[in-house]
């Protein structure tokens, strides 16, 4: 009887090896016509839509989205360039406030160096105004070496007449450089009303965010208070 089991299995062995394995992957879609197509592999005729990917058991595994166009995935390209370029940005930016609010903790501390700015620019318009006065000085005493000439400036040397030249261009030199000056200490005022303004957000966010991190102060009950 075991000899005859034996031979069974041996000639059923064969036939068993022979049976095909069910496939480890299954591919599922539904056509643009609503046909429900099954494949070991990807459908071609799903390649603009989701696939889904079941298992031996039927369960889902997985998801495959469609299959883009040469100009399609050139397009998703350039909107994920411009989405991590957003990213990137924002990060920036918010580096930025956090730098800006370790360097000023206050309106106070803000205030401080906009003066410091200021006195700095106007240290360098009292150097140019220095100088025109010197320049000034010096053109009355040319103005007075002219007074020879006065009928006939003219016939006033090269030399003196250089000098006049030289001094006036000085002087508007100086000028220019003043007209400069005030407009960076207009460009200082601006940039510090606008740094500012958004400090005076982001300090408001802070307390706020503070204030939801303090815990409620418990009421104290004196032992005597219940009775």
């Known amino acids: 009887m075991a000899g005859a089991t034996a031979a069974a299995l041996g000639l059923l062995s064969p036939i068993a090896w022979a049976q095909p394995k069910p496939p480890q992957e299954v591919y599922t879609c539904i056509d643009k016509t609503g046909r429900r197509i099954t494949a070991d592999r990807p459908i071609a005729d799903c390649v603009d839509r989701e696939q889904r990917i079941l298992d031996h058991t039927g369960a889902e595994r997985r998801r495959i989205g469609p299959t883009l166009t040469e100009h399609e995935r050139a397009a998703l390209e350039v909107q994920r360039r411009k989405e991590a370029q957003e990213r990137a940005r924002i990060a920036e930016e918010r580096r930025r406030e956090r730098v800006l609010m370790a360097r000023y903790p206050d309106e106070a501390a803000h205030q401080v160096e906009r003066e410091a700015a200021l006195v700095q620019v106007d240290e360098v318009m009292a150097v140019a105004r220095k100088r025109i006065q010197e320049l000034q000085v010096e053109r009355k005493r040319i103005d007075g070496e002219m007074e020879f000439y006065r009928r006939d400036p003219l016939k006033a040397p090269m030399k003196l007449q250089r000098q006049i030249a030289e001094n006036d261009e000085a002087v508007a030199e100086q000028q220019r450089f003043l007209t400069a000056q005030d407009q960076e200490k207009r460009r200082i ?39």
């Open 189 to 227: 005022h601006q940039r510090f009303d606008a740094e500012l303004a958004q400090l005076r957000q982001l300090w408001a966010a802070q307390r706020a965010a503070a204030s939801q991190l303090v815990p409620p102060q418990s009421t104290l009950v004196s032992p005597g208070a219940s009775r």
